[in-house]
């Protein structure tokens, strides 16, 4: 099995900080990207950020500049820096890893439980 574990969300005030983490465990072959996504209440899951195993790094418009995601190839862990943070940041933050486990041929997405991340004063 694969696990997803996020850590770190909590409440803010704006203009604070934040750092998520994430430790993927399980049965792994091969991990090509990890990322953060967040959905907050009547709207869809979007992405955050994501990283992918070369280093490349990919943002949401509203992300770039104010968060940063970091991973941990070896120890299979992932982070996300948030900074700067605004009301319009409170989501549920979930860990996602695009990977292949052990006995697979194909890559999957698998999901964290999630974190809420509420920036409020």
């Known amino acids: 099995q694969v696990q997803l574990v996020e850590s770190g969300g909590g409440l803010v005030q704006p203009g604070g900080s934040l750092k998520l983490s994430c430790v993927l465990s399980?049965?792994?072959?091969?991990?090509?990207?990890m990322g953060w996504y967040r959905q907050a209440p009547g709207k869809q899951r979007e992405l955050v950020a994501q990283?992918?195993?070369?280093?490349?790094?990919n943002y949401a418009d509203s992300a770039k500049g104010r968060f940063t995601i970091s991973r941990n190839n070896a120890k299979n862990t992932v982070e996300l820096q948030m900074d700067s943070l605004k009301p319009e940041d409170t989501a549920v933050y979930y860990c996602n890893a695009y990977m292949r486990r052990m006995g697979d041929t194909r890559f999957e997405d698998y999901w964290g439980q999630g974190t809420q991340v509420t920036v409020s004063s």
């Open positions: 399980g049965t792994i072959y091969s991990v090509n990207a």
């Open positions: 990283i992918i195993g070369g280093g490349t790094t």
